[in-house]
């Protein structure tokens, strides 16, 4: 179990490159056995966005600015500790952010080109709007 099951793919044969991955790893909070004392199973992830030449520089740009609110420094930063172990956390920080990565480096979607309403539909909707108008007046009278 020393081998990580990556590479991890972003979009298309763009990967994180292992080398500018920054681990980190630290003690979970929350409840615990004997074990939870002594095992550093947190793991934190930092990918520097802003100095990586793995993107192309258009996906680069393109993740700076939607990420903008989540970057420190041009350093991406994401946390795992929802497993026990910290393999299984490592794992889950990684996929995380190649999930990040993908989604912020997608191109914007494609504008929505308006539709016209067809002239049809807006004169039965029209002739079913007197239909009822004329339903509802009937209704009414004086029955003194």
Not at 12 to 34: D, I, T, Y
Request: no cysteine.
């Amino acid at each position: 179990m020393d081998v990580m099951s990556g590479p991890y793919i972003i979009r298309g044969s763009v990967s994180l490159p292992e080398a500018e991955l920054m681990w980190r790893f630290s003690r979970s909070s929350g409840p615990g056995g004997q074990h939870v004392n002594t095992s550093d199973s947190q793991v934190e992830l930092r990918f520097d966005l802003a100095k990586t030449e793995a993107l192309p520089p258009v996906w680069k740009d393109r993740a700076l600015q939607r990420l903008a609110g989540r970057l420190v420094d041009g350093v991406l930063s994401v946390r795992a500790s929802e497993h026990r172990s910290q393999w299984r956390n490592r794992e889950a920080a990684a996929v995380r952010l190649a999930a990040l990565l993908a989604e912020a480096t997608a191109p914007p979607p494609k504008a929505r080109r308006p539709t016209k309403i067809p002239r049809g539909i807006n004169e039965r909707r029209l002739r079913e709007k007197k239909r009822r108008s004329e339903t509802k007046r009937g209704r009414g009278g004086d029955w003194s």
